[in-house]
Nanobody, 111 residues
Framework: QVQLVESGGGLVPPGGSLRLSCVASGSSISISDMTWVRQTPGKGLEWVAFIGPSGSTMYADSVKGRFTISRDNAKNTLYLQMTNLKPEDTAMYYC?????RGQGTQVTVSS
């Protein structure tokens, strides 16, 4: 069973950048579909980005062109590079594999 630990969140002003990390243990992420999802109290769970074993990626329209999902197989780590952050990106971010998630990392975009 995979264990996932997210980190890298924080408070940034609008237009700022953050890179989230998700370290996996117990199973290799290189052969898995991996996603980033986010949750806010008012909006529920929202899918953000996906990367497949082949490296194919997909993004929610709300983050396309601003966020980049990537993976370092040697480190068994998933990343989410976020640029040009907006207040509406404020949420708890989780990496997800087959509905397994870690504790999440909070991203707050505010001036």
């Amino acid at each position: 069973q995979v264990q996932l630990v997210e980190s890298g969140g924080g408070l940034v002003p609008p237009g700022g950048s953050l890179r989230l990390s998700c370290v996996a243990s117990g199973s290799s992420i290189s052969i898995s579909d991996m996603t980033w999802v986010r949750q806010t109290p008012g909006k529920g769970l929202e899918w953000v980005a996906f990367i497949g074993p082949s490296g194919s990626t997909m993004y929610a329209d709300s983050v396309k062109g601003r966020f980049t999902i990537s993976r370092d197989n040697a480190k068994n780590t998933l990343y989410l590079q976020m640029t040009n952050l907006k207040p509406e990106d404020t949420a708890m971010y989780y990496c997800d594999r087959d509905s397994s998630r870690g504790q999440g990392t909070q991203v707050t975009v505010s001036s």
